[in-house]
Structures are given as C-alpha cells and as structure tokens.
C-alpha cells in the first residue's frame, strides 16, 4: 500500500498539549481551557498556517490545518485568520470556503481592513488608498534603477504591493539594498514600508496586525486570546495582545505563539510558547481542540 504524501508527520500528530514556558502564557492557555466559548484564536497565515515558499501565490495551507480547525473553531468564541494578503486569497489559499464546522472563522485580509466570514463566504473591501497606485506604476522603475530587477518579484495584494526578495542570486543583499528607497517611494505618496522575511511590503498607515485583533477581541467581548504569528508583522499583534493584558481589572490573558525562530529572533523571544513551524501549529491546533 502507498503512503499518503499528505499524513501528518509523528510531531504534527495531536498529542500532549506544549505547555507555555512563561506566567502569562499559562495563565492565558488555562483561561481558554476553562472558558473556551469567550476565547478568540487568531493566527496569521504565511509561516503560521501556511509554510513559506519562494512564490507566494504558491502558498497553502499545511496539511491537517482545515481539519484542525473544524475540530477547534465550534469550541471556541471565534478563530481569526490575521494576515497582510487580500482577505479572498487567504481564502483561496487556506480552502476555507464552503467548509462544514468553519462557521466561526473569518479572515481579517489586508491587516483587518477587509473581512470575509464563513457565514456569509462574502468579503468587505474598503476603496484603496490613492497612493497604492502611484507606486504601483514607478515601482518597477525604482527596482530597475537600483538594479534589484533580476530575482526580485512583486505581489499584487490590492490594498497594497509587496516586493519579495527571495528569488535574488543574494536574497539579504537584495532585501538590504532595497529598503531605503522602497522606504522614499512609499514615503512619497503617503504609504509606509513593512519589513518582513525577505519581503517589503508597501501600503497605507494606519493598518496592522494589532489594530486588527485589538478591534476584533473587543468586538467579540472575549475573555482570553492566543495570538500566533512567525514575523515582524506579527509583532504588533504581540504588543496588542501585551496591552490587553493589563486592560481593566484583570486584564485579558493572552497567549503568544511564535511559529518558528531561525528567521525572526524578535518573535521568538517575547513568545510565550515556541513551535516548529506550520506542522507544528497545526499539531497544537488539534491538541488543543482534543483538550477542550
């Protein structure tokens, strides 16, 4: 018989829930055992649900990720899917659309500024901000001229454009070379520039990953919320998960996972919780699912 190229691997396999290796992060992983209906999961999708590959537009989800979270979404207040791509692509890409038991999950796309549910399976897009499109048209000059041209690649994302650098004979020198006048272009029409992992994104203020979820758990009136993420633009959604913490009263426990280290050292060191990248993640999904 043939073995199938999706199963999961022994360490993807549900089994002993990790524990978090800090106070926080404990306190937060008993308030979502204890509670599961107030908590909201959220996870952003490249690196976390989805392994990283040279072309983005090759990216899906890990195997066992959509069965995950089928067994974990009916538990839980809410999952949220946070991440910097058009809210349909994530869609697309995670095979979240039409899915039986996903009926908690949305996708926050375009860092909250867009929103699909599985509800309605529709998505809320906003108009897109005018300098989009004035970089859009000198960005492949600008690449040109800094002769970053070979090797580099854009991504249409909409509501914004990400230059990837991956591909490049030197990926960090590219990356490196890059950043200053990627920096300018965005700066000149009224866009900021967000590093991630090889990649420069350019897109307007005002939209993160923290802005989202913080909006998004007050939303949802939740008690507690895990937050997992694997590069820099998963680090306000730390800081907002940090601030919960010492709203009000009591504060809201919130768990930080971070979905691999090698790359992302800024991650892993304010994490409550570290795990092996996507497998990974799918595999604490599940346990999770199995604990509550």
């Known amino acids: 018989m043939g073995s199938n190229p999706h199963a999961p691997t022994p360490s993807e396999t549900p089994s002993e829930l ?4 800090t106070p926080p992060g404990r306190e937060a992983l008993a308030a979502i055992l204890a509670r599961p209906d107030r908590a909201v999961i959220a996870l952003d999708f490249d690196g976390t649900l989805a392994d990283i590959v040279p072309d983005p537009e090759q990216a899906r989800a890990h195997p066992g990720a959509v069965d ?36 908690h999950l949305v996708v926050l796309g375009h860092y909250g500024t867009e929103r699909w549910d599985a509800v309605s399976g ?3 897009t906003p108009a897109p901000h005018p300098g989009v499109a004035a970089v859009r048209a000198e960005l492949p000059g600008v690449l ?34 890059l950043r200053e006048p990627l920096g300018e272009l965005a700066a000149r029409h009224g866009l900021i520039v967000e590093p991630g992992r ?15 979820l913080a909006q998004y758990v007050r ?19 730390y800081a907002a998960v940090e601030k919960l913490r010492t709203e ?6 919130g768990l930080l996972v971070c979905s691999g280290s090698a790359e ?29």
Not at 18 to 21: D, I, K, L
Not at 92 to 103: I, K, P
Not at 145 to 174: C, M, N, S, Y
């Open 68 to 103: 995950a979270l089928v067994a974990l979404a009916p538990k839980v207040a809410s999952i949220a899917v946070i991440t910097g791509r058009p809210a349909g692509v994530a869609v697309r890409h995670g095979g979240f659309d039409g899915v039986r038991g996903l009926d």
């Open 18 to 21: 990790p524990a978090p290796t």
């Open 219 to 237: 939303e949802t009136d939740a008690e507690s919320v895990l937050y997992a993420g694997d590069d820099l633009g998963d680090l306000a959604a």
């Open 198 to 212: 090889l990649v420069l994104e350019l897109r307007p203020p005002g939209m993160d990953k923290g802005v989202a």
């Open 248 to 253: 009000g009263p009591d504060g809201i426990p």
């Open 144 to 177: 040109d001229r800094f002769g970053a041209w070979h090797g580099t690649w854009i991504e249409e994302k909409g509501q914004a454009l990400a230059v990837h650098t991956r591909r490049a004979a030197d990926p960090q020198a590219a990356f490196d070379a």
């Open 122 to 124: 529709t998505v809320r």
């Open 264 to 292: 992302v050292p800024e991650l892993a060191e304010r994490a409550d919780l570290l795990l092996n990248g996507p497998g990974a993640v799918v595999g604490f999904l599940a346990a999770l699912a199995e604990r509550i």
